[in-house]
């Protein structure tokens, strides 16, 4: 149950942040077999979102990503090639429909996430680090457009946070810590909490948990709680609002006579402290003019 919960997180996860920038598709299957593709991503738009550094880079042409939630293993990694190799011949076979060649850009590349990796992994597929990506990315030989991407090496910085959150351990809590210390207005904060939210309370539901699921369910509680208290602030203020206008209106029905629409919508726009002033000031109102003049 936690693998299949972890797996719906990844997968909701990666759709959120890329469904705005192309074709997105999960758990699609690919063969006869039922092998499933946990994201299989298509870019549309011409620009990826820059705020989502490392995960935007990966998606500047079409990929395959597959999220692990423990160390990928060499069957694992054997197991994600063949799901590509069969797209690659679904492709194949499309383009020849077409009597068109595969050009090399329709191809997409394996992206494998996993939380660790040790070396004896990385060296049985001959994976190399490329300095221009930076470290914890290794790819394997070039035919292949296949990379393994070791979250726990990646570096902590603002560019890598997306993809850390999808981590284990000390590497997503410390990713938490930094998605807490962003903006409020943040694209993507809200988004990433709600998802981390929902994965706490499936984990919290569940019979059994691990240390590491009680850690995690620990530290997005204070963060919920926040979240919540100032969702009920926010109800209450507009609450307010609505009610001080609904009162103003009332109020200059029963002077004038049912308002013009526009004049409605102007002050149901009002702050709570316009809407004082205004009900202060309605009461040296001759006429509809008066009201007018005020507003503007």
Not at 120 to 147: K, V
Request: hydrophobic content about 40%; proline content about 7%.
């Amino acid at each position: 149950m936690t693998r299949f919960l972890w797996d719906k997180f990844s997968k909701d996860y990666l759709e959120t942040f890329l469904a705005s920038s192309g074709d997105v598709k999960t758990s699609l299957d690919v063969t006869a077999e039922t092998q499933e593709i946990d994201v299989y991503f298509r870019p549309t738009s011409p620009e990826i979102p820059p705020e989502l550094g490392l995960l935007g880079k990966l998606a500047q042409t079409p990929c395959l990503l597959e999220p692990y939630r423990n160390p990928v293993t060499i069957e694992g990694i054997l197991a994600c090639l063949s799901k590509l190799l069969t797209v690659r011949e679904q492709l194949q076979r499309e383009a020849h429909r077409h009597q068109q060649p595969l050009l090399a850009e329709n191809i997409p590349r394996l992206w494998i996430l996993t939380p660790t990796a040790s070396q004896r992994i990385i060296t049985a597929f001959s994976a190399l680090n490329n300095p221009d990506w930076g470290e914890g990315i290794y790819f394997l030989p070039p035919a292949l457009t296949t990379s393994l991407i070791v979250l726990h090496q990646l570096p902590e910085t603002p560019e890598t946070l997306w993809l850390r959150l999808l981590g284990r351990g000390g590497t997503r809590s410390r990713a938490i810590d930094e998605l807490e210390a962003l903006s409020s207005n943040h694209p993507f904060k809200s988004a990433s909490l709600k998802l981390l939210y929902n994965l706490s309370r499936n984990l919290q539901a569940l019979p059994k948990r691990t240390q590491e699921e009680r850690k995690f369910i620990m530290r997005l509680a204070p963060l919920y709680e926040q979240d919540r208290e100032k969702a009920i602030q926010q109800g209450e203020a507009i609450g307010l609002q609505k009610g001080e206008a609904n009162l103003v209106l009332r109020l200059l029905n029963r002077r004038f006579g049912e308002l013009p629409p526009h004049i409605t919508e102007t002050i149901q726009k009002l702050a709570v402290e316009q809407l004082e002033d205004l009900g202060e000031a309605l009461l040296d109102f001759e006429t509809q003019a008066d009201l007018i003049n005020w507003l503007t």
